[in-house]
């Protein structure tokens, strides 16, 4: 949809979204596409009207997602699933401003029937890594199984564990830590107050002179939970730039990406009932690193 409106006071994707009649995330992907000008120019979606500014609006969705080559590292599979190993800095599924590079796009390039998932960008993601994250992750193949592993991961029914370096000692040798956590300006922070339920259970793999190796399993899914968890507590996860986790310490081991990785995924299958546990060594940069932590 071609929109052609005559700007009022106020934020441009709320403008936009209110006088087009279109859902504001459609428009807030239209902006960053740079499919909205105003008064010939791209804004941010922030960007303040005034009133009576000319705004043009292609407010049509994005293109069909495009098979890409790159294939996948397929550790299991039938017909209902496949489990898979993420490599770094592959982002998981296309989103408004990414629609290549993506994991979704080496699925499709590999010819691998997927479920439509819940979101036309996302078929058969049940579960995400973050994009600096490796190892271990579940697709589904068709919409039967893609329902039941969501409730599944919902319900917390999958044990997911997984490998992380963090910056210090850690004396305990098993703990867990519970802090709300909640979504600030695309970061997760903790919020006692206003956050969501969040807890890690943590255990000590490893003691190294200015490093520690530590198994974390979530037992919730929020977003970049263990990674915020663990900061949170003085110990970030060696690596990791948003979160406090770079410097020279992280650089001396050669590190360039945060050292988090899914290492075991251990669920019951959906359709037969199968227990199904796949374990993922750490691939070469988190190896070598891992190397290095132990000599320093």
Do not use: C, W
Not at 197 to 210: G, K, N, S
Not at 283 to 290: M, T
């Amino acid at each position: 949809m071609n929109a052609e409106l005559v700007g009022e006071p106020g934020r441009l994707d709320a403008v936009v979204a209110r006088l087009a009649a279109a859902p504001r995330a459609d428009v807030q992907r239209a902006i960053a596409e740079g499919r909205v000008l105003v008064d010939g120019r791209p804004r941010p979606k922030s960007h303040r009207l005034q009133g009576g500014e000319r705004i043009e609006a292609d407010l049509s969705g994005p293109g069909p997602l495009e098979p890409e080559a790159g294939g996948v590292d397929v550790r299991y599979e039938d017909g209902h699933l496949l489990v898979l190993s993420k490599p770094a800095a592959v982002v998981v599924h296309p989103s408004g401003a990414v629609r290549s590079g993506t994991l979704v796009n080496r699925l499709l390039g590999a010819g691998i029937r997927l479920s439509s998932g819940s979101e036309p960008d996302r078929p058969g993601i049940v579960h995400r890594l973050d994009a600096g994250t490796s190892g271990l992750m579940v697709v589904a193949k068709d919409d039967a199984a893609h329902a039941a592993l969501r409730a599944l991961f919902a319900s917390h029914g999958a044990d997911r564990r997984y490998l992380a370096l963090v910056r210090g000692a850690i004396e305990e040798e098993t703990f867990g830590i519970d802090a709300p956590l909640a979504r600030r300006a695309g970061r997760t922070v903790v919020d006692p107050v206003g956050g969501a339920e969040a807890r890690t259970e943590v255990r000590v793999l490893e003691r190294h002179h200015r490093a520690t190796l530590v198994e974390a399993r979530p037992r919730t899914g929020r977003t970049h939970q263990i990674r915020v968890h663990l900061a949170s507590i003085g110990h970030p996860v060696l690596g990791d730039r948003a979160y406090g986790g770079a410097g020279e310490d992280a650089r001396a081991l050669g590190l360039d990406r945060p050292f988090l990785h899914s290492a075991t995924l251990a669920f019951d299958h959906p359709v037969t009932g199968e227990r199904i546990e796949l374990h993922e060594p750490l691939p070469g940069d988190l190896s070598r690193a891992l190397k290095r932590s132990r000599l320093t």
